[in-house]
């Protein structure tokens, strides 16, 4: 071989050892002197990963806001509420926290007091408002928050009259729609500006929905799969608040029927119910009892004896409006699940054009016919700690011919029942905030008065099916998410039941001719203490039952109040309820029966 005339092939192997090596050290002496003119580039941080993007500085002053209302659903069963109380470690995380988390997650909010702590949950300068606050367990399909969040508005240099939309102006120049407040004002100018209000639009050249960041979307993709943003306003009133705007609470308690398992055949233990004079095996409930019982709550009453105190809020109003209160019937075509059942899910493509109308007239066939599901359905103007929980109580008592329907009427008569005999309360969950409606004030209906933008809205995102990622049907979409959580549900239903056939057919039952061991059986199981049910999956033993009236009693609202406020030092009367609450000295201490 040969190169540049050289023939290297006539070396001996000590010549050309030598002259690698010498070309190595000729390209290392090379290598050395290009790194010593080039500039030296900084090390890469410890623990990062090499093609790891640049955390980006993010500047809220470029970024408009807007006020929002957002609809919210929740199953409550790994949750320790919706409220999040600082410095209240809770071990279960509440749904106020998830919802903070893919909110500055997303960086859809500032909040303007820096942070103490990693985590902490601050609200300020969000105008956040909630509408109610579910208990630990408690479920919702129709939670409300308002929240001013970032938006993909331009910010504008100069604001159009701002005399005229000085409320519609947020703090950093952003213009926003509203819509008119939902209690009259004096002023007229408010009117002007809405939803519709193309002058507010036209010089930006951006729709308040079309261009809008998707929040919905969003956040589903942030918040865990039992956690769903159903709907946003994108015009709340300017006057808007989730709680004190709210007029009207839906809450709906589900229950079965029988409500716990009765003993079945020949052995089956009955129950006399003397309010309704009939004879009923035990577990099942006296539908009609409970509906006449119901009905004895609405109007406006006193329900301090269908809650629990919170002393710390120092209530001496336990008035509150219930609007409507029934024991209802689910009707199996249309509840629960009746979108399994539709058309959508026939073998084949179904021929309409309709694509999420459940198809009623075959589904009857394939439901059971027991057990019934039945629910409590209640509407109220507001609701006391655990009220509906109480309420449900008392109506189950009036189901098991335990208690007459009239026993409602003298709980409510607070004069002749100032104390709340002592009882427990329902289980948490099957309770469920169904819907917060927020009508026009004056108005005589009790419609919802703000415009809802559901995830999939086909007003503005054409049909949900034909539209990527508009966030209600196919990957990621609410449906899908949904769908996931029935589905795994169902299993459990599925697999449960099956359990429960191999176990019921087991083993020999009594013949018949036995009847004196049956008769035996019978005097054993009647004997026993009384079983009560109290919403749960198992009924409770509570030996000789005693009647609500003929209980001990709990402590006037009046000495639990004052109580409280003499061990947390405040100051009673008019002035602690208009000003909030004032600490003062301590008192020498008292006996602790005040």
Known sequence: MESNGIDHASWSPEKLVARVSALEQQLKEATERYRSQSPSKPPSPPGRPKNARAEREFDPSKYSTRLIALKLAYLGQR????????????????????????????????????????????????????????????????????????????????????????????????????????????DDFMMA??????????????????????????????????????????????????????????????????????TPGPKAVTQKFTHSNTTRREGWLDIAAMQAAAKRFEGLHDFRNFCKVDASKQIDNFERRIFHSEIRELDPTSEPAAYVSGADFSEFAPSSTSHVTPDVSSAAASRSPTPKLYAFVLHGSAFLWHQVRHMIAVLFLVGQGLEPPEVVSQLLDTRATPQKPIYEMAEDAPLVLWDCVFPRDGSTSRDDALEWIYVGDQRFHGDPRDVKGNGKFGLGGVVDDVWTLWRRRKMDEVLAGMLLNVVVGQGKDLDEGQGREEEEYRTIVKSASQKVYMGGDAVRLKGKYVPLMERARTESVQTINARYALRKGFEQGEVVRDSGFRQVALLPRMDEDV
């Open 79 to 186: 949750y320790n509420g919706f409220e999040h109380h600082a410095n209240n470690k809770t071990p279960l995380p509440t749904i106020e926290e998830e919802i903070w988390k893919a909110l500055m997650k997303a960086r859809l909010i500032f909040p303007t007091e820096p942070l103490v702590t990693e985590g902490e949950v601050n609200w300020e300068g969000c105008d956040y408002s909630k509408c109610g606050r579910t208990d630990k367990g408690v479920s919702a399909f129709g939670q409300v928050i308002g929240i001013r969040v970032r938006s993909n508005r331009p910010l504008t240099k100069e604001v159009l009259e701002p005399e005229l939309v000085q409320e519609s102006v947020s703090s950093n120049g952003s213009l926003e729609t509203a819509s008119p407040p939902l209690q009259p004002l004096e």
């Open 193 to 262: 500006v809405g939803l519709d209000d193309a002058t507010l639009d036209e010089p930006l050249a951006f729709h308040p929905i079309r261009d809008e960041v998707p929040y919905a979307q969003v956040l589903n993709r942030l918040l865990p799969p039992d956690i769903r943003v159903l709907a946003w306003c994108p015009a709340p009133p300017i006057d808007f608040s989730a709680r004190f705007s709210c007029r009207e609470r839906r809450y709906r308690y589900f229950f079965t029927q029988p409500a716990f398992n009765p």
